[in-house]
T-cell receptor, first 111, second 115 residues
Framework: RKEVEQDPGPFNVPEGATVAFNCTYS??????FFWYRQDCRKEPKLLMS???SGNEDGRFTAQLNRASQYISLLIRDSKLSDSATYLC????????????FGRGTQLTVWP | EAQVTQNPRYLITVTGKKLTVTCSQN?????MSWYRQDPGLGLRQIYY???????DKGDVPEGYKVSRKEKRNFPLILESPSPNQTSLYFC??????????????FGEGSRLTVL
């Protein structure tokens, strides 16, 4: 089983829509969780960290469910500029240097 | 400007010809890491370094070497490249310890083709 699993999509939504992505992780010792965004042929960039209590940054909300071992990302009021691939990233607790990336979920927002 | 710089950005080479992809960061980060990205497989960690002279294997270290003699540089060495190492490579760095927010800063990527 892969360390991190994501639905690859693609998700195609109209502007203004709300879209949610989920990501599951297999190692219960995982300690840190992140969502990264990657535009086509570009390097990944941090979108937001995911905290135990959940956190929000503008139109983006991240949630962590340790019991079920999944994290989620909710994007409200989608913009054309949100079109990208969203990567779920997990840092395994026992080895802080090891980072595991999901394969990414592709989002296209159309006008 | 804070950045991670990789070179070369694009390279076409032949099987068996040793090559080095350089990575340099100007943010005084302790942690550096190399990834490869392949279609359908996502980003996979090759090697990482928690600090100078400290390196560890990631998920796919076979066929690669690294060294960390200085804090700012973390070169990736392919001693005898093979076609299955054709990929997009990213170098990344971040702070360690108490200042670590978890944010990785990536280079722009190096697209390598091995014929």
């Amino acid at each position: 089983r892969k360390e991190v699993e994501q639905d690859p999509g693609p998700f195609n939504v109209p502007e203004g829509a709300t879209v949610a992505f989920n990501c599951t992780y297999s190692n219960s010792a995982s300690q840190s969780f992140f969502w990264y965004r990657q535009d086509c042929r570009k390097e990944p960039k941090l979108l937001m960290s995911v905290y135990s209590s959940g956190n929000e940054d503008g139109r983006f909300t991240a949630q962590l469910n340790r019991a079920s071992q999944y994290i989620s990302l909710l994007i409200r009021d989608s913009k054309l500029s949100d079109s990208a691939t969203y990567l779920c990233v997990v840092n395994r607790g026992s080895t802080l240097g090891r980072l595991y990336f999901g394969r990414g979920t592709q989002l296209t927002v159309w006008p | 400007e804070a950045q991670v710089t990789q070179n070369p950005r694009y390279l076409i080479t032949v099987t068996g010809k040793k090559l080095t992809v350089t990575c340099s960061q100007n943010m005084n980060h302790e942690y550096m890491s190399w990834y490869r990205q392949d279609p359908g497989l996502g980003l996979r960690q090759i090697y990482y370094s928690m600090n100078v002279e400290v390196t560890d294997k990631g998920d796919v270290p076979e066929g690669y070497k690294v060294s960390r003699k200085e804090k700012r540089n973390f070169p990736l060495i392919l001693e005898s490249p093979s076609p299955n190492q054709t990929s997009l490579y990213f170098c990344a760095s971040r702070l360690s310890g108490g200042q670590n927010t978890g944010e990785l800063f990536f280079g722009e990527g190096s697209r390598l083709t091995v014929l």
